[in-house]
């Protein structure tokens, strides 16, 4: 227990400091009017009250991803702790945030055009594919995922089926993509991004009620994971929203088109990174305490039973009430803010314009299309390469904010050192991993070391040739 209060301590009061240091490193101006005004358009540019824009941020890049991910975490031992804390500080948090501020600065621009802007054309197409693929990707699994979740639920109703709930998830979707934002999204999301929170704090306060004990940090280079995963890089990839994710790179110009002032970024996007690792810590410390051992845990079954055993047990009904809006909505609110995203990027490279519903209809009506055609495919194999791509995403995001701080004059270290940490993971990951070329791990690491030398080096050409220009 000692471990998981100092860790979570350690989170808040370093999210805190380092967020203050991040955001004098920046440099916001508060006199400064963002895309919400200058852009005005009543559909996606909107002025919203930043208490919402904080609300809408946290459940944009939360979702079930620090939970679920945070109990498949665990598996990997205390180790998990260190990681959600250190990794969500210096890397998540700094990583939506810049992403965020950058994204205003650019007139709420998306990742894929701030990243072309920084890395050059090639990348902004490979980023415009990738980015699409994946949002499509989230978009499709989050209507399969919670129809069969409300399917078991509601087996009891004549009426009901998966493809039923598939049919009435995948209408809500259409309207909450082409709605403006304000209408739907900006309505239901903060009461759903409050419940999400009231779940964790209710189960926080359990891991201290609770009868039972929570693994120490100790031994951190043993994993005790049960197939015998290494906790480098597989842990790293394993907790992604809770640490860091590129998917909240897609999600975070989303809000930055309705801050009001430059000043409450902090809040809205490094705060909104820092409240997710604090859920990712307590459901990792809360899944090995209730299930009592890692064998155990396993054997509870997949994470959404985990959080709908561990809210009925410890919080009776209104836990499970809860644990439904965690593994249902949640996934849902997901897929809705994955196709709007779709839809924002690439109405941005074909230059269609935005604000016309009937141009919105236009670019969303073929995401839709290929995101019904994927619904009925298999997605084992496609979704076990969604945590690299999620990761390698927010890689690339760290080198172009890397390279726009070095043109603007400023300090590059925040965003550097974690965007060669990600690099030299995602690179030993895909080599080692079993879905990817299964290489032993030293030869993996050795190429994740190169990898990472590498990059490096380029960007330190690019900051003489910068410095020698300027």
Not at 156 to 167: D, G, H, K, R
Not at 441 to 457: E, F, K, M, Q, R
Request: proline share 5%; hydrophobic share 55%.
């Amino acid at each position: 227990m000692i471990s998981f209060t100092v860790c979570l301590i350690a989170l808040i009061i370093g999210g805190i400091i380092y967020g203050t240091i991040v955001e004098k490193v920046f440099g916001s101006q508060p006199q400064r009017e963002t895309p919400s005004y200058t852009l005005q358009d009543g559909v996606d540019y909107l002025p919203m009250p930043t208490w919402k824009v904080y609300l809408i941020q946290f459940l944009n890049i939360a979702g079930t991803g620090p939970i679920f991910g945070a109990i498949m975490g665990i598996l990997f031992g205390p180790a998990a702790y260190l990681w959600i804390v250190f990794g969500c500080i210096f890397a998540g948090a700094v990583h939506d945030y810049l992403v965020g501020m950058i994204s205003i600065r650019q007139g709420g621009a998306s990742i894929p055009e701030i990243v072309g802007d920084q890395l050059g054309q090639t990348m902004r197409i490979i980023m415009r594919v990738f980015s699409l693929v994946l949002l499509i990707l989230v978009g499709a699994v989050f209507v399969i995922t919670p129809a069969n979740l409300l399917a078991d639920l509601t087996s009891s109703w004549s009426w009901t089926s998966s493809l039923v709930w598939i049919i009435i998830i995948f209408a809500y979707y259409v309207l909450a993509t082409l709605l403006p934002i304000d209408k739907v999204i900006g309505r239901i999301y903060p009461v759903f991004g409050l419940a999400l929170l009231i779940m964790a704090i209710g189960v926080g306060a359990n891991i201290f009620l609770q009868d039972g004990a929570v693994p120490e940090i100790s031994a951190l280079g043993t994993s005790v994971h049960p197939k015998g995963y290494p906790i480098i890089p597989m842990l790293c990839i394993t907790i992604a929203c809770g640490a860091i994710s590129g998917f909240h790179a897609t999600q975070t110009p989303i809000m930055a088109r309705c801050l009001k002032n430059e000043r409450n970024g902090r809040l809205c996007f490094y705060g909104a990174m820092i409240t997710e690792g604090v859920v990712a810590l307590i459901w990792a410390a809360a899944a090995i305490k209730y299930a009592g051992s890692y064998e155990g845990l396993v054997e509870i079954g997949n994470p959404a039973k985990v959080v709908n055993v561990i809210c009925s047990t410890w919080m009776g009904r209104v836990g499970a009430i809860l644990a439904v809006l965690g593994v249902v909505a949640a996934p849902i609110t997901s897929g809705d803010t994955a196709f709007r995203s779709a839809r924002l990027i690439a109405a941005e490279f074909m230059h269609l314009g935005e604000g016309k519903k009937w141009r919105n209809l236009v670019i969303s009506l073929p995401l839709f299309a290929i995101a019904g055609i994927m619904m009925c495919l298999d997605f084992d194999v496609l979704w076990r390469y969604f945590a690299w791509s999620n990761q390698t995403l927010a890689t690339i995001a760290l080198w172009a904010i890397s390279v726009w701080l070095t043109r603007h004059g400023k300090v590059f270290w925040v965003s550097l050192v974690p965007a060669i940490f990600m690099t030299f993971i995602c690179t030993s990951y895909i080599l080692c991993a079993p879905e990817g070329f299964q290489l032993p791990l030293p030869i993996s690491y050795t190429v994740g070391v190169i990898a990472a030398l590498g990059c490096t080096g380029l960007f330190a050409r690019f900051v003489a040739h910068n410095k020698k220009e300027s």
